[in-house]
């Protein structure tokens, strides 16, 4: 049974830092992509970076690149999404996500989701 559990999230004022953890249980991830993705109220859930587990390559938003870093930990079977310079636009709840896809900004692409992290940020 596949379980990602993510921690890391809360309320932090714009231009501050946050670092967001999903520990991946229940399988081998090598050879999965794992996913952050995130939805504001009443919005689509949108893509917010990826990372292939085993080669460490690693896609991003175009809202977010320059600001967001997405890692992981083999050791730990963690991906760390830290974030900075963060902006009021950026609140949603984050979840993880993990699949075996090269369609790597699209939801229906993972199978396996965590149940989500808020992420507030004040003006």
């Known amino acids: 049974q596949v379980q990602l559990e993510e921690s890391g999230g809360g309320l932090v004022q714009a231009g501050g830092s946050l670092r967001l953890s999903c520990t991946a249980s229940?399988?081998?991830?090598?050879?999965?992509?794992m996913g952050w993705f995130r939805q504001a109220p009443g919005k689509e859930r949108e893509f917010v970076a990826t990372i292939r587990w085993s080669s460490g390559n690693n896609y991003y938003a175009d809202s977010v690149k320059g600001r967001f870093t997405i890692s992981r930990d083999s050791a730990k079977n963690t991906v760390y999404l830290q974030m900075n310079s963060l902006k009021p636009e950026d609140t949603a709840v984050y979840y993880c996500?993990?699949?075996?896809?090269?369609?790597?900004?699209?939801?229906?692409?993972?199978?396996?989701w965590g149940q989500g992290t808020q992420v507030t940020v004040s003006s």
């Open positions: 996500a993990a699949g075996i896809t090269v369609l790597y900004s699209r939801p229906s692409s993972y199978p396996y």
């Open positions: 229940g399988r081998t991830f090598s050879g999965y992509a």
